[in-house]
């Protein structure tokens, strides 16, 4: 198997999607679903269901979390498009192939990309269960050269060398602001670092991370975010504080993924609020 996406590909695996529908959705916004976040599409009105395994071309998710769906339906008066179960590097697969589901998001129309994960707080003000606005990322495999425009660029979705100075979109994270303080709460804003995982951090390396300027650590994202801005999406990234990363942890700490998912589900209802509040004041950001 090639380690690269082929436009073909994308095609076919948006045909299928388009094929197994009723409706003629045309999804303005895609939503990208992170670990214990799933229940985030139940926000979808009307739903129509197609499971990713069916998919042409389509990386099948193997961990805990990630239900493998895409759900189709109304979501503030808008088209969206919802990734239950998303893939990862640390999975074996390639990086063409984690992003192939942007690419056939981008292929079915969406322009507005909203982007959830669960991540360990480095912020020591940080609390689990927060919500942080990601004000950009630190992208530490793309930098060692697993970026997923590695390889033969398409020109038809962007540029060889896209520009990344504003890959998270300012005035969708003061929309997320508004929303958040007119439902009764505040949201966190910082910067997301990228690991690939799937062990967690060591001591040294958090604080290499604190060090670094990062905010909240994670295992997905980025990758994902640079497909988006590589075809001109606009990105709207909100990580669920599901645990403290600790540098110093407590003698018999230990981080678990049960822990994560736990923590992720008790954000939801804010998850939920944030996304389809933004999602139906777009109009306002246009």
């Known amino acids: 198997?090639?380690?690269?996406?082929?436009?073909?590909?994308?095609?076919?695996?948006a045909n299928f999607v388009r094929?197994?529908?009723?409706?003629?959705?045309?999804?303005?916004?895609?939503?990208?679903?992170?670990?214990?976040?799933?229940a985030?599409?139940?926000?979808?009105?009307?739903?129509?269901?197609?499971?990713?395994?069916d998919v042409p071309h389509w990386p099948a998710s193997t961990v805990q979390g990630h239900s493998g769906r895409l759900v189709i339906g109304s979501m503030g008066g808008q088209t969206a498009l919802v990734l239950q179960g998303r893939t990862h590097f640390y999975e074996g697969y390639s990086m063409g192939h984690v992003t192939l589901p942007i690419r056939v998001m981008i292929e079915l129309g969406i322009r507005t990309l909203i982007v959830t994960n669960a991540a360990g707080g480095l912020n020591p003000d940080?609390?689990?269960g927060d919500l942080m606005l990601i004000s950009d990322h630190i992208?530490?495999?793309?930098?060692?050269?697993?970026?997923?425009?590695?390889?033969?660029?398409?020109?038809?979705?962007?540029?060889?060398?896209?520009?990344?100075?504003?890959?998270y979109d300012a005035a969708l994270r003061r929309l997320a602001h508004q929303v958040a303080a007119g439902a009764g709460f505040a949201l966190r804003e910082?910067?997301?670092?990228?690991?690939?995982?799937?062990?967690?951090?060591?001591?040294?390396?958090?604080?290499?991370?604190q060090r670094a300027g990062a905010d909240a650590v994670g295992m997905s994202t980025a990758p994902e975010v640079v497909v988006a801005r590589h075809a001109g999406v606009r990105v709207l990234g909100i990580s669920t504080i599901a645990n403290l990363a600790l540098p110093d942890p407590k003698v018999g700490i230990i981080q678990t993924h049960q822990e994560v998912l736990e923590m992720s589900a008790r954000a939801v209802p804010r998850l939920v609020a944030v996304a389809s509040g933004v999602v139906g004041r777009l109009a306002e950001v246009a």
């Open 1 to 13: 198997m090639s380690e690269f996406i082929s436009h073909e590909q994308v095609v076919n695996a």
């Open 190 to 209: 910082g910067v997301y670092a990228y690991v690939g995982g799937p062990s967690f951090e060591t001591p040294a390396e958090l604080r290499f991370l």
């Open 139 to 167: 992208n530490f495999p793309g930098m060692a050269g697993n970026n997923p425009l590695r390889g033969p660029n398409d020109d038809s979705y962007g540029p060889r060398f896209p520009d990344m100075t504003a890959p």
């Open 19 to 38: 094929a197994n529908i009723t409706h003629n959705h045309r999804p303005a916004v895609g939503l990208i679903l992170g670990s214990g976040l799933g």
């Open 40 to 53: 985030l599409a139940d926000a979808i009105e009307s739903p129509e269901t197609v499971a990713t395994a």
């Open 126 to 128: 940080y609390e689990p």
